[in-house]
C-alpha cells in the first residue's frame, strides 16, 4: 500500500509516461531481467543498474521501478543517473521533465550540474540558460558547475559567456582547482584563444597529467605544433610527472605534422620503456607518425612487432605507404590485409582508391567501389570523394557524376572533386557554372575550388571567364591566398593578360618558387622577354631555388632573344643546381643553341642526352634545316624513325620546314603524303609549310590549288607564307588576294602591312605602296618599335629605338653570374 501511495504522491502519469512495454524489437530476455529488477528495491541495488542502463527501454523500466519503490523524488543519487540515461540515448525531453519534476523535493547544485551535463552530452544549447537559473535560485556553485557549462560554451564558441563563467571561477576561488583549470584550457583552446589558454596553463598552483595533455592538445589544434612539442619535452623534464597514453597519443599526430623523426624516435624510446608501445592505440599513432616522417623502415617495423593489429592499425601502414608514394608497397600490404580476414572500411577505402589510379589498376579501383556498394557504405562522404577523384583522373566524368548526384550528404571537398572532375575532362564550362551551383546549394567555394577553376580558364584562353572568377575570389576573401593568387599569374599569363599577372604578383603579401615560374613562363612566350629574365634573377636574388620550370622559362627566353651569352651562364647554373639534367630543360637548350646557330653545341648536347624523346630529336630536325643543313636533317629524321620514336605532327612540320628552306619540293610532297598516310591529319602549320615550300620553289598555281582543297580553313600562317611567296616572286595580284585574307584575320598585325608595302615598293609601285602605309595610319596599326638590349659593367640595359641613356629602365643581374 505505501508504494502505490508512493507512486500517486509522485504522479501515476509518471509510471505510464516512463514505462514501455517491449516492442517486437525488444530483446526476449528483458522480461525476465524486468522480472528480477522487480525485487530489487533500495538505492543501492538499482543506482549501478541506472548508471548502466543499455537502452532507452530499459533506462525507463528502470525509472518505472524506482518510482513504485518509493525511490523518487527522494534519491538524488537514482533521479541523477535516470537525467544522464536518458540524455546519453537522445531522449533529453524525459530528462527535463525528471529534473523539473524532481528540483522541489531536492534543491542541490548536485542535481543541476547533472542536469547541466545532459544537456551538454545531447549538445543543447541551453547550459547557460540552466546554469543562470542555478545562480538566480541562489545555490551554491561548484567544482562541477563550470566544466560543462564551460563545455557548452566550447561547443558553441561563446567566447563572452565563458569568461563571464571565468571571472565567476575566479570571484569564488576554484580557479586553483585543478579539474576547472584544466576546462578553461581547453575552453580558451576551443575558442581559438590561445594565449588565454596559456596563461590559465601557466598560473595554475597544481598541474596533473590531464593539465599537460589538454594544453599539448590545445597548441596541436591551434598549429602551434614546435610549443606542443616543446610541452611534452617539459612534461618528461620538469613536471614530475609521467606522460600516459593519452600523452603519447596527443603528441605523436604533431611529430607527424612537423616531420620531426627525430622526435618520433625519442617518444617510442620512452613508450619502450613505459610500456606503452605494447598498447594498440599508441603502436597505431606510432606507425602514422614515422610514416608522415618518411621513415618508412621504422613504420614496418613498429607494425611488424605489434602482437595485436585492428583495423586502424592496417590502415594507419596503408595510408603511410600511400602518403608516400609508395603506392606498390601499399597495395600489397592491402591484399595481406585481406588474406587476414579484416574487412576494408572506409578509411581503408578511401585510402586505396588514390593509390590505385596512381598505379592505373582502375578495374581493381571498380571491384572497390562495387565492394563498398555492397557493404552499403557508398555513400560515405570520404569514400564518394574518393570515387569522384577515381573516375576523374581515369578519364570517366560521366561516372564521376553519377556517384555526386547519388550522395545524400556533400561536402566542400565532393563539389571541389566535381569541379576538379569537369576541369581536368576538357568541360571547363560545365566547371564554371557547377561554382554557381555550389553556392546555390549553400556551400562557400575556398581556395581548393579557385586553383581548380583557373587553369579551366587558361585551357580554354577565356581572359573574361578568368576575370569573373578572379572577381569571385575577391568578393570571398581569397585573392591574396598564394595558391590562388599563383593560380591567378599562371592564367593571365596563358590567357594574355601579362599586365594582369604582374599586378597580382605585385600585389602578393608573400611569394614562392609557382609565384615566380609562373610569371618567368608567362613572359618567355611573349616579345617581353627580358622581364622574363630580371624575374630569374630576381627569384636568385631573394634566395628561392630554381627548379625545372625556372630554367626551362629562362632558357625559353634567352633563345628569343638569341641571348647565347645568357643562355650559357643559365646552362652552368643548371650543371651546378641540378643533380640530374631533367629532358625538358635539356630540350629548352637545344632550342636555344639552334635559335641562336650554333648547332655545333646543340649536338654536342643532344648525344648527351640519355634518354631523347620526340621534342629533343624534332628540335635537331627543326635547326639544322633553318641552317640548311638537310641531309643532316633528313638523316635525323630517318634515324628517329629507325629509334623507334614515336613521332608526332610537330616532326613532319620540322622535316616540312627543312625541305621548305632548301627547296626540296618532292621530298617535300612525300612526306606531305607519307603523314597522311599515318593517320596524322594535317594542320594549318603543315599546310603553311607546304605553301611555302611551293612558293620558294615558285610553284604558285599548286600553292594556291593546294589552299582552295585545304581541308581546314587557312589561318594567318598559310595566307603569311603565300604573301611572303608572292613578295618573293613579284606575284602582285596573288599578294593582294592573301594579303585581304590576312587584313580580315589580323587587323593589327603590322607585320603583314609591311610585307606587301615592301612588295609593292620592289615592283616599283610607289603610290601602291604609301596607299598601304595611309591604310596602317588610319587603322592606327603602329610598326613596333626596335628594341634591344646591351651589357656595361655587368648591368643589361633594356632601351628601345630613340631613347636616350641616361633615361633607360636598368635591368640588373647578380655580378657573380658573370653577366
Given at each position: 500500500?505505501?508504494?502505490?501511495?508512493?507512486?500517486?504522491?509522485?504522479?501515476?502519469?509518471?509510471?505510464?509516461?516512463?514505462?514501455?512495454?517491449?516492442?517486437?524489437?525488444?530483446?526476449?530476455?528483458?522480461?525476465?531481467?524486468?522480472?528480477?529488477?522487480?525485487?530489487?528495491?533500495?538505492?543501492?541495488?538499482?543506482?549501478?543498474?541506472?548508471?548502466?542502463?543499455?537502452?532507452?527501454?530499459?533506462?525507463?523500466?528502470?525509472?518505472?521501478?524506482?518510482?513504485?519503490?518509493?525511490?523518487?523524488?527522494?534519491?538524488?543519487?537514482?533521479?541523477?543517473?535516470?537525467?544522464?540515461?536518458?540524455?546519453?540515448?537522445?531522449?533529453?525531453?524525459?530528462?527535463?521533465?525528471?529534473?523539473?519534476?524532481?528540483?522541489?523535493?531536492?534543491?542541490?547544485?548536485?542535481?543541476?550540474?547533472?542536469?547541466?551535463?545532459?544537456?551538454?552530452?545531447?549538445?543543447?544549447?541551453?547550459?547557460?540558460?540552466?546554469?543562470?537559473?542555478?545562480?538566480?535560485?541562489?545555490?551554491?556553485?561548484?567544482?562541477h558547475t563550470f566544466p560543462f557549462v564551460l563545455k557548452t560554451c566550447a561547443d558553441y564558441s561563446e567566447v563572452e559567456?565563458?569568461?563571464?563563467?571565468?571571472?565567476?571561477?575566479?570571484?569564488?576561488?576554484?580557479?586553483?582547482?585543478?579539474?576547472?583549470?584544466?576546462?578553461?584550457?581547453?575552453?580558451?583552446?576551443?575558442?581559438?584563444?590561445?594565449?588565454?589558454?596559456?596563461?590559465?596553463?601557466?598560473?595554475?598552483?597544481?598541474?596533473?597529467?590531464?593539465?599537460?595533455?589538454?594544453?599539448?592538445?590545445?597548441?596541436?589544434?591551434?598549429?602551434?605544433?614546435?610549443?606542443?612539442?616543446?610541452?611534452?619535452?617539459?612534461?618528461?623534464?620538469?613536471?614530475?610527472?609521467?606522460?600516459?597514453?593519452?600523452?603519447?597519443?596527443?603528441?605523436?599526430?604533431?611529430?607527424?605534422?612537423?616531420?620531426?623523426?627525430?622526435?618520433?624516435?625519442?617518444?617510442?624510446?620512452?613508450?619502450?620503456?613505459?610500456?606503452?608501445?605494447?598498447?594498440?592505440?599508441?603502436?597505431?599513432?606510432?606507425?602514422?607518425?614515422?610514416?608522415?616522417?618518411?621513415?618508412?623502415?621504422?613504420?614496418?617495423?613498429?607494425?611488424?612487432?605489434?602482437?595485436?593489429?585492428?583495423?586502424?592499425?592496417?590502415?594507419?601502414?596503408?595510408?603511410?605507404?600511400?602518403?608516400?608514394?609508395?603506392?606498390?608497397?601499399?597495395?600489397?600490404?592491402?591484399?595481406?590485409?585481406?588474406?587476414?580476414?579484416?574487412?576494408?572500411?572506409?578509411?581503408?577505402?578511401?585510402?586505396?582508391?588514390?593509390?590505385?589510379?596512381?598505379?592505373?589498376?582502375?578495374?581493381?579501383?571498380?571491384?572497390?567501389?562495387?565492394?563498398?556498394?555492397?557493404?552499403?557504405?557508398?555513400?560515405?562522404?570520404?569514400?564518394?570523394?574518393?570515387?569522384?577523384?577515381?573516375?576523374?583522373?581515369?578519364?570517366?566524368?560521366?561516372?564521376?557524376?553519377?556517384?555526386?548526384?547519388k550522395m545524400t550528404r556533400r561536402n566542400v571537398v565532393s563539389w571541389n572533386a566535381m569541379v576538379a572532375n569537369f576541369?581536368?575532362?576538357?568541360?571547363?564550362?560545365?566547371?564554371?557554372?557547377?561554382?554557381?551551383?555550389?553556392?546555390?546549394?549553400?556551400?562557400?567555394?575556398?581556395?581548393?575550388?579557385?586553383?581548380?577553376?583557373?587553369?579551366?580558364?587558361?585551357?580554354?584562353?577565356?581572359?573574361?571567364?578568368?576575370?569573373?572568377?578572379?572577381?569571385?575570389?575577391?568578393?570571398?576573401?581569397?585573392?591574396?591566398?598564394?595558391?590562388?593568387?599563383?593560380?591567378?599569374?599562371?592564367?593571365?599569363?596563358?590567357?594574355?593578360?601579362?599586365?594582369?599577372?604582374?599586378?597580382?604578383?605585385?600585389?602578393?603579401?608573400?611569394?614562392?618558387?609557382?609565384?615566380?615560374?609562373?610569371?618567368?613562363?608567362?613572359?618567355?612566350?611573349?616579345?617581353?622577354?627580358?622581364?622574363?629574365?630580371?624575374?630569374?634573377?630576381?627569384?636568385?636574388?631573394?634566395?628561392?631555388?630554381?627548379?625545372?620550370?625556372?630554367?626551362?622559362?629562362?632558357?625559353?627566353?634567352?633563345?628569343?632573344?638569341?641571348?647565347?651569352?645568357?643562355?650559357?651562364?643559365?646552362?652552368?647554373?643548371?650543371?651546378?643546381?641540378?643533380?640530374?639534367?631533367?629532358?625538358?630543360?635539356?630540350?629548352?637548350?637545344?632550342?636555344?643553341?639552334?635559335?641562336?646557330?650554333?648547332?655545333?653545341?646543340?649536338?654536342?648536347?643532344?648525344?648527351?642526352?640519355?634518354?631523347?624523346?620526340?621534342?629533343?630529336?624534332?628540335?635537331?630536325?627543326?635547326?639544322?634545316?633553318?641552317?640548311?643543313?638537310?641531309?643532316?636533317?633528313?638523316?635525323l629524321f630517318e634515324a628517329m624513325k629507325y629509334d623507334g620514336v614515336e613521332y608526332d605532327s610537330v616532326s613532319y612540320?620540322?622535316?616540312?620546314?627543312?625541305?621548305?628552306?632548301?627547296?626540296?619540293?618532292?621530298?617535300?610532297?612525300?612526306?606531305?603524303?607519307?603523314?597522311?598516310?599515318?593517320?596524322?591529319?594535317?594542320?594549318?602549320?603543315?599546310?603553311?609549310?607546304?605553301?611555302?615550300?611551293?612558293?620558294?620553289?615558285?610553284?604558285?598555281?599548286?600553292?594556291?590549288?593546294?589552299?582552295?582543297?585545304?581541308?581546314?580553313?587557312?589561318?594567318?600562317?598559310?595566307?603569311?607564307?603565300?604573301?611572303?611567296?608572292?613578295?618573293?616572286?613579284?606575284?602582285?595580284?596573288?599578294?593582294?588576294?592573301?594579303?585581304?585574307?590576312?587584313?580580315?584575320?589580323?587587323?593589327?598585325?603590322?607585320?603583314?602591312?609591311?610585307?606587301?608595302?615592301?612588295?609593292?615598293?620592289?615592283?616599283?609601285?610607289?603610290?601602291?605602296?604609301?596607299?598601304?602605309?595611309?591604310?596602317?595610319?588610319?587603322?592606327?596599326?603602329?610598326?613596333?618599335?626596335?628594341?634591344?638590349?646591351?651589357?656595361?659593367?655587368?648591368?643589361?640595359?633594356?632601351?628601345?629605338?630613340?631613347?636616350?641613356?641616361?633615361?633607360?629602365?636598368?635591368?640588373?643581374?647578380?655580378?657573380?653570374?658573370?653577366?
Amino acid at each position: 500500500m505505501s508504494r502505490i501511495l508512493a507512486a500517486r504522491s509522485y504522479g501515476l502519469f509518471q509510471v505510464f509516461f516512463f514505462s514501455t512495454s517491449p516492442s517486437r524489437t525488444t530483446n526476449p530476455s528483458n522480461g525476465t531481467a524486468v522480472r528480477k529488477l522487480s525485487r530489487l528495491s533500495s538505492a543501492p541495488d538499482l543506482l549501478p543498474l541506472c548508471s548502466n542502463a543499455q537502452s532507452l527501454l530499459e533506462t525507463k523500466q528502470l525509472h518505472a521501478l524506482a518510482i513504485l519503490n518509493g525511490l523518487l523524488p527522494r534519491s538524488v543519487s537514482i533521479c541523477a543517473a535516470l537525467i544522464l540515461g536518458y540524455a546519453s540515448h537522445g531522449h533529453l525531453q524525459s530528462s527535463s521533465i525528471l529534473f523539473q519534476q524532481t528540483v522541489p523535493f531536492c534543491y542541490t547544485a548536485f542535481l543541476w550540474n547533472t542536469f547541466i551535463r545532459a544537456q551538454s552530452v545531447c549538445g543543447i544549447h541551453d547550459g547557460f540558460s540552466t546554469y543562470n537559473s542555478m545562480v538566480w535560485a541562489g545555490l551554491r556553485r561548484d567544482d562541477h558547475t563550470f566544466p560543462f557549462v564551460l563545455k557548452t560554451c566550447a561547443d558553441y564558441s561563446e567566447v563572452e559567456k565563458g569568461m563571464e563563467i571565468h571571472g565567476a571561477v575566479f570571484k569564488l576561488g576554484f580557479d586553483g582547482d585543478v579539474y576547472v583549470g584544466n576546462t578553461l584550457v581547453q575552453f580558451y583552446g576551443s575558442c581559438r584563444n590561445v594565449k588565454s589558454a596559456a596563461k590559465v596553463f601557466d598560473e595554475m598552483p597544481e598541474r596533473d597529467v590531464i593539465s599537460w595533455n589538454t594544453a599539448i592538445g590545445v597548441f596541436s589544434i591551434n598549429g602551434l605544433y614546435l610549443d606542443a612539442v616543446g610541452l611534452f619535452q617539459d612534461m618528461i623534464s620538469a613536471s614530475g610527472l609521467s606522460p600516459n597514453l593519452v600523452s603519447v597519443i596527443s603528441v605523436l599526430p604533431v611529430c607527424a605534422t612537423v616531420e620531426d623523426e627525430k622526435m618520433t624516435s625519442q617518444i617510442h624510446g620512452y613508450m619502450i620503456k613505459t610500456g606503452l608501445d605494447v598498447i594498440v592505440t599508441a603502436g597505431n599513432a606510432l606507425v602514422d607518425a614515422y610514416g608522415k616522417c618518411g621513415s618508412m623502415k621504422a613504420a614496418k617495423r613498429v607494425f611488424n612487432e605489434m602482437t595485436e593489429r585492428s583495423e586502424v592499425s592496417w590502415n594507419a601502414i596503408i595510408t603511410s605507404f600511400a602518403y608516400r608514394e609508395l603506392h606498390g608497397d601499399a597495395l600489397s600490404t592491402f591484399r595481406l590485409m585481406i588474406l587476414e580476414g579484416l574487412t576494408p572500411n572506409t578509411v581503408t577505402i578511401s585510402s586505396m582508391l588514390p593509390v590505385l589510379v596512381e598505379l592505373e589498376f582502375f578495374n581493381l579501383a571498380k571491384e572497390l567501389h562495387g565492394f563498398s556498394m555492397r557493404r552499403g557504405i557508398e555513400s560515405d562522404i570520404f569514400i564518394a570523394n574518393s570515387l569522384i577523384d577515381m573516375y576523374a583522373k581515369s578519364g570517366h566524368p560521366t561516372e564521376a557524376s553519377c556517384v555526386f548526384n547519388k550522395m545524400t550528404r556533400r561536402n566542400v571537398v565532393s563539389w571541389n572533386a566535381m569541379v576538379a572532375n569537369f576541369a581536368q575532362n576538357r568541360f571547363e564550362f560545365k566547371a564554371l557554372n557547377l561554382i554557381r551551383e555550389m553556392q546555390n546549394h549553400g556551400e562557400t567555394p575556398n581556395s581548393v575550388t579557385f586553383t581548380s577553376l583557373l587553369p579551366a580558364c587558361a585551357r580554354m584562353g577565356s581572359l573574361r571567364y578568368g576575370k569573373e572568377i578572379h572577381g569571385r575570389a575577391i568578393r570571398m576573401g581569397l585573392a591574396f591566398d598564394l595558391f590562388v593568387s599563383n593560380a591567378l599569374v599562371d592564367m593571365y599569363g596563358k590567357c594574355g593578360g601579362l599586365n594582369l599577372a604582374k599586378n597580382v604578383f605585385s600585389n602578393l603579401w608573400q611569394r614562392d618558387e609557382v609565384s615566380y615560374n609562373s610569371l618567368i613562363v608567362g613572359y618567355s612566350q611573349t616579345s617581353e622577354c627580358i622581364e622574363s629574365l630580371i624575374l630569374f634573377w630576381e627569384m636568385q636574388l631573394t634566395g628561392m631555388k630554381h627548379d625545372v620550370v625556372s630554367f626551362v622559362g629562362a632558357i625559353s627566353a634567352c633563345a628569343n632573344l638569341a641571348a647565347l651569352k645568357q643562355g650559357r651562364e643559365i646552362h652552368g647554373i643548371v650543371v651546378r643546381k641540378l643533380s640530374h639534367e631533367h629532358l625538358f630543360v635539356a630540350n629548352s637548350l637545344l632550342d636555344l643553341y639552334t635559335k641562336c646557330g650554333r648547332i655545333d653545341i646543340a649536338k654536342t648536347a643532344f648525344d648527351r642526352i640519355p634518354i631523347r624523346d620526340v621534342a629533343s630529336w624534332n628540335t635537331m630536325i627543326l635547326g639544322y634545316g633553318m641552317l640548311g643543313e638537310l641531309d643532316v636533317a633528313i638523316s635525323l629524321f630517318e634515324a628517329m624513325k629507325y629509334d623507334g620514336v614515336e613521332y608526332d605532327s610537330v616532326s613532319y612540320i620540322a622535316i616540312l620546314s627543312a625541305c621548305s628552306h632548301g627547296g626540296l619540293v618532292e621530298r617535300g610532297r612525300n612526306y606531305f603524303n607519307e603523314m597522311q598516310g599515318r593517320n596524322v591529319k594535317p594542320t594549318t602549320m603543315h599546310y603553311a609549310c607546304m605553301v611555302d615550300l611551293l612558293g620558294r620553289a615558285g610553284l604558285m598555281d599548286e600553292a594556291v590549288n593546294l589552299i582552295k582543297d585545304i581541308s581546314v580553313e587557312p589561318d594567318a600562317n598559310v595566307w603569311g607564307a603565300l604573301l611572303g611567296a608572292c613578295r618573293l616572286h613579284g606575284s602582285i595580284e596573288l599578294g593582294c588576294w592573301a594579303a585581304d585574307h590576312l587584313f580580315k584575320l589580323k587587323p593589327n598585325h603590322c607585320g603583314y602591312y609591311a610585307l606587301l608595302s615592301n612588295m609593292y615598293a620592289e615592283a616599283g609601285r610607289w603610290d601602291d605602296a604609301d596607299r598601304v602605309r595611309e591604310l596602317m595610319k588610319s587603322r592606327r596599326v603602329k610598326k613596333d618599335p626596335g628594341f634591344s638590349w646591351v651589357q656595361i659593367r655587368d648591368q643589361v640595359h633594356a632601351f628601345v629605338v630613340g631613347e636616350k641613356l641616361e633615361n633607360l629602365d636598368t635591368m640588373y643581374c647578380p655580378g657573380e653570374c658573370g653577366w
